[in-house]
């Protein structure tokens, strides 16, 4: 498979929440516990398919923690590239993690801090770790963790290649400048 940019990892990520959010829609009301996890794992396997080979199937993810962890973690890293520049993965994090021993207040002020552009993704990753934890009892908030650590590490490769390459295009200069003035 090609290089995958972090522009590409974007995109996959926001295709995903269109499917997830589309379909949240055309469900036309707010979705119970097992509509929401329906859903979820519509929006990764049609997300989890868009940087692999072979498609991701609903039932694979259903049946298959190890490939869900892994399906999942992909795509909420890519989910974070996709918010990039709209809302920090922290709050995203903030919001929808360790909801059990959390207050209903703490809960209210991290979803009121991300704004709209930050809840559309954070119901898609409440309904991810609904899936996670119901389905697979996948300890959905060190996943998420881990995928924005993931999604850190290629936001900072993707930043060390670029400055990289601005070396050598500067250190090209003055090394044919210094050869010229010996």
Known sequence: ???????IRADYGRTALEFYSEARAALGHEPDPTEEVELALAACAHGGSLDRFEPVLIEDLRKEDDWA???CSDLVSNLFHAADGAVVPRLLLDAVTDPETRSEAAIAEAWRVLGERGAEFARFLAAMRRFLVTVHDIDADDLFENAQSIFEDEVEEERYAAAAERWALHGSRSGAVSDASV
């Open 1 to 7: 498979m090609p290089d995958v940019t972090n522009a």
């Open 69 to 71: 962890t892994e399906v």
